[in-house]
């Protein structure tokens, strides 16, 4: 059964004929062994088990994709078989959780698989568990692992593509290369190897020829002669290839190149150095890891490392630029200079006339040469600004009106030249009003110090809205003559395609991580559940062996009155045995019933019989009997309200019946039973005290649980411990809840609770912002204190629970509260029911409203207080909780806080 019930791979396991495996036929198959397949079938995570000595493998659906071809052949195979390429690495770690019993856990480990006809990079997360046989024998190993190669290898050409942004400073072309190049050598598991080379701006090739060309620029320092003649095809930028991708690299090169894995390097990819102004200014061969496949991410990275250098490269160029534009500052100073010598040979002049010829010559000539220079330079300004392959614009005067804008800045406006140029910034873009930039201009006049920003983000907007971008900028101040500043030059890279490829890695990253996470989680929980399942099966196999008992003690007894009643003539005790047998007959029935009703309730077919009926001739019919059973008790009945409710009248006897067998049962030396049946608030509750062994506070609230039976009243006692688990569902069905009060060695009251009107909508009495009253809960803001002070009354269920904490967040937000005094001593019964949800979803969003300090003042009932601990023991959080058995001593503590 356990093997025929899940899908596709449980398909496989159980229709291969195991009998020619090391595991044989799947019958003899050990118990732990079966647990463990079911477990990793059940589970969405990759789980494979490695069975025996010779590491026999089986796995689940979502592990059948890490062997890539090799699945479903590898299904029953040993480890060595299926891992040739790896085993000799991997066995000695399965054979030390096999021979210590230890696990192993191995994050971002490197193995070479070959798993789709090549040896490939992988990494992977896993663990490695211990399945322990029932007799504490280790029979195989469990691995649990998640393939963590795309994060991994992402993070490292991220690292590559952040160096290569790092190195994106103003430096000249003869300065950034060895950069380059190093950080290329560096990246060799992902670039085996690399040829910059630069063309001619303009020229266009069909492919590079680095002889006919400007010529190599770069190449990795193992790069071969080879390489670098070989005539390498370029991408079709009109037909918008963004990359040329070469499959066979012997076509090009006949000395072929090796990775740093020692593999020949079979793939390589020809990208274009910059676009950006639709002129390509080089292109740059990156030849692939031949242990990874040249997929669209790796075509992607390698893209992306072209963009790079290209931008790179272009900033160099524009930073050798800027250099002649400081020249013509130089010049400019000059002439300002010449122009004070000039006034004060002005002055000379006056005091000498004769030499005035010949300094109105001078000057004249020195005028001249300013102005020539003057327009020579603003051409040069010009042609470098049009010509730029990044966006630039000039801005005039203070209201910034661009006088120019070359093609890539129009590019990144998304406008046309026609539509900017003499018209001010504002006009064009009214949305930079409030985005940082205004603010920029008008620091670099006031300053004359230039401004650069790299990464953004700025909203422009086009024919098609607001469109989010990022730029990396530098905003410089252009002087006139007399050293004014009259015009600011803006130079603007469009980053967003990388900083969203970026972003996009990050998120995969913390897809990653989350996974990885998740990953853990599971581990743990499958741990857990092993665990679980393990204990299950053996309370399991208590129970049989108890119930087998106590079956086969009455049997016996029959059996034995029988033999008597066959020898006997005697027709008294004749009388006698077939009355002693008949009462063994009845005990017998009540022990299959029981066991019949956990069945039914575990399969969810307990038929309820709801009609009215008189409660009260119930409860003494019930009490009646007990009396009639039991002759060393006196079981009295102190209080039968009458009335009529409607239920399950059978179902509810058993309740009463098993309580008060129980009462009777478990005070061997106590002489009464005292039952109570009224009505309270609109609840039927009925309690059956008797003065006997008790229960320990520890064990109260495990005793509704199936199987559970008190350790030293097990021995001692006979029964199943079945009849609290069936009452509680009886109860639950009705609506209705239990508790039970006790003292070791003194007694137990045992409690249930029916509610006569189940559908009462819960109605509020008042219900402003400072003040809410209704049936269950009473709740004021104490304006004084600071503090909200809830009074919760009466009987409680989960509904009653719900609304009362649901108003309680609700008036702790409006009053921006942080303190609760949550009273809890008029509370009657239990409302164990809401526990769990108090605990994990209520108090949680308590501490997010800004609770801080939480005083619980007990209700009266032990069974109340454990579920008050576990309500706020389950959280985990900042706020701090404290327990109080009065009012006044909760005040005093919230007041100190
Ligand atoms: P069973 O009596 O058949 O063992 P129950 O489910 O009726 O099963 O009870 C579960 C356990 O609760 C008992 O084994 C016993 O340990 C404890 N118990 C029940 N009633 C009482 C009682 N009145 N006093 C003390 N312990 C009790």
Same mark, same amino acid.
């Given at each position: ?18 009998? &020619? ?99 490939? &990079? ?6 490695? %568990?211990?399945?322990? =046989? ?52 560096? +990246? ?147 002439? +300002? ?149 009259? =015009? ?38 499958? =741990? ?13 196999? &208590?129970?049989? %062996? ?56 575990? +399969? ?36 039968? &309200? ?20 129980? =009462? ?224 006044? +001593? ?8």
């Amino acid at each position: 059964m356990l093997l025929k019930s899940l899908i596709m791979l449980a398909e496989l396991i159980s229709t291969k004929d195991w009998s &020619e495996t090391s595991l044989g036929k799947v019958d003899l198959w050990p118990e732990s062994l079966k647990l463990a397949i079911s477990i990793s079938l059940n589970s969405g995570f990759p789980i494979a088990i490695y069975w025996g000595a010779d590491f026999t493998l089986l796995y689940n659906d979502a592990w059948s994709s890490i062997p890539g071809d090799k699945h479903p052949w590898a299904l029953g195979k040993s480890g060595a078989e299926v891992w040739p390429e790896i085993w000799e690495g991997l066995q000695p770690e399965f054979e030390s959780v096999l021979q210590t019993g230890e696990s192993i856990r191995r994050p971002d480990a490197l193995l070479l698989m070959n798993r789709f006809g090549y040896v490939e &990079e992988c990494y992977f997360d896993y663990t490695l %568990s211990p399945i322990k =046989a029932a007799d504490g024998t280790i029979g195989g190993v469990f691995n649990a692992v998640i393939e963590t190669s795309y994060r991994f290898i992402n993070e490292r050409r991220k690292k590559l593509l952040h160096s290569l942004l790092l190195a994106n400073l103003s430096r000249s072309t003869s300065d950034i290369l060895p950069i380059i190049k190093h950080i290329l050598e560096e +990246a060799g598991d992902d670039i085996t190897f690399f040829l910059l080379f630069k063309d001619a701006p303009g020229d266009v090739h069909p492919h590079v020829d680095a002889k006919k060309s400007n010529g190599l620029l770069l190449a990795g320092s193992d790069v071969n002669q080879n390489l670098v003649d070989a005539p390498w095809p370029v991408p079709n930028i009109d037909s918008h290839e963004s990359s040329k991708y070469i499959g066979d690299l012997s076509q090009f090169a006949s000395t072929p190149m090796f990775s740093c894995f020692g593999e020949q390097c079979k793939e390589a990819i020809v990208v274009p150095l910059s676009s950006i102004n639709s002129k390509i200014n080089g292109y740059l061969v990156l030849g692939a890891n031949p242990r990874k496949r040249l997929d669209q991410d790796y075509q992607q990275f390698m893209e992306s490392v072209g963009l790079h250098i290209g931008t790179i490269l272009h900033n160099s160029y524009s930073f050798e630029q800027e250099g002649l534009f400081e020249r013509e500052q130089a010049m400019n100073e000059e002439l +300002a200079a010449a122009n004070e010598e000039i006034s004060s040979t002005n002055e000379e002049l006056q005091q000498s006339q004769a030499s005035l010829h010949i300094l109105n010559e001078e000057l004249e000539r020195r005028v001249a040469y300013r102005t020539k220079a003057l327009v020579e330079s603003e051409a040069r300004l010009q042609s470098m600004i049009m010509t730029s392959p990044i966006g630039m614009a000039v801005f005039r005067g203070r209201n910034l009106v661009i006088e120019m804008a070359n093609k890539p800045m129009l590019q990144i406006w998304s406008r046309k030249r026609e539509e900017v140029v003499g018209h001010e910034l504002l006009q064009i873009f009214p949305e930079q009003i409030g985005q940082p930039f205004l603010k920029m201009f008008e620091d670099v006049y006031e300053t004359g110090i230039s401004i650069s920003v790299s990464e953004m983000e700025v909203s422009i907007n086009t024919l098609d809205g607001l469109k989010k971008i990022y730029v990396d900028f530098q905003y410089s101040p252009l002087y006139d003559a007399d050293r004014n500043i009259e =015009a600011i030059m803006a130079s603007v890279i469009n980053i967003t395609h990388v900083v969203e490829a970026r972003k996009r890695l990050e998120d995969s990253e913390q897809e990653q991580q989350a996974l990885n996470e998740e990953l853990a989680a599971t581990n743990e929980e499958l =741990a857990v559940s092993i665990e679980e399942l393990a204990i299950s099966e053996q309370k399991k196999d &208590e129970f049989i %062996s108890i119930a087998s008992h106590e079956l086969k003690t009455p049997l016996t007894s029959i059996k034995a009155f029988n033999q008597l009643m066959q020898r006997t003539k005697d027709e008294q005790r004749l009388k006698g045995f077939i009355e002693k047998s008949a009462e063994q007959v009845y005990r017998l029935e009540m022990l299959i019933n029981d066991l019949l009703d956990v069945t039914k309730i575990n +399969a969810g077919k307990m038929i309820y019989n709801m009609e009215p009926f008189s409660f009260s001739k119930m409860v003494a019919a019930s009490v009646e009997t007990a009396q009639h059973i039991s002759s060393s008790h006196q079981v009295i009945l102190e209080n039968n &309200e009458d009335v009529h409710y409607t239920g399950d009248h059978l179902r509810l006897e058993q309740v009463l019946h098993n309580f008060l067998s129980n =009462a009777i049962k478990y005070s061997p030396h106590g002489e009464r039973v005292i039952v109570n049946s009224r009505v309270e608030m609109d609840n039927l509750v009925v309690s059956v005290q008797d003065f006997g062994i008790g229960i320990e506070e520890k064990n109260l609230d495990q005793l509704f649980d199936r199987y559970y039976r008190v350790d030293n009243t097990a021995m001692r006692f006979e029964g199943l411990g079945l009849g609290l688990y069936i009452s509680s569902e009886i109860l639950k069905r009705h609506n209705g809840s239990f508790w039970i009060e006790s003292e070791p060695g003194k007694g137990a009251t045992f409690f249930f609770r029916l509610p006569l009107q189940p559908d009462k909508k819960i109605t509020p009495q008042i219900n402003t912002a400072t003040f809410y009253q209704d049936d269950h809960i009473k709740i004021s803001y104490n304006n004084e204190n600071k503090t909200l002070d809830v009074d919760w009354i009466g009987y409680q269920s989960f509904d009653t629970v719900q609304n009362g904490g649901m108003t309680m967040l609700e008036m702790l937000k409006v009053n921006h509260c942080s303190k609760v005094l949550n009273d809890n001593s008029n509370v009657l019964g239990s409302w164990s029911e809401a526990a769990d949800w108090a605990g994990n979803v209520w108090f949680p969003m308590m501490e997010k409203a800004g609770l801080k300090d939480f005083a619980w003042v007990y209700s009266q009932s032990m069974f109340s207080r454990l579920a008050a601990e576990k309500s706020v023991d389950i959280a985990v959080g900042n706020v701090t909780t404290r327990f109080f058995t009065d009012v006044p +001593a909760a005040e005093e503590w919230l007041n100190s806080r």
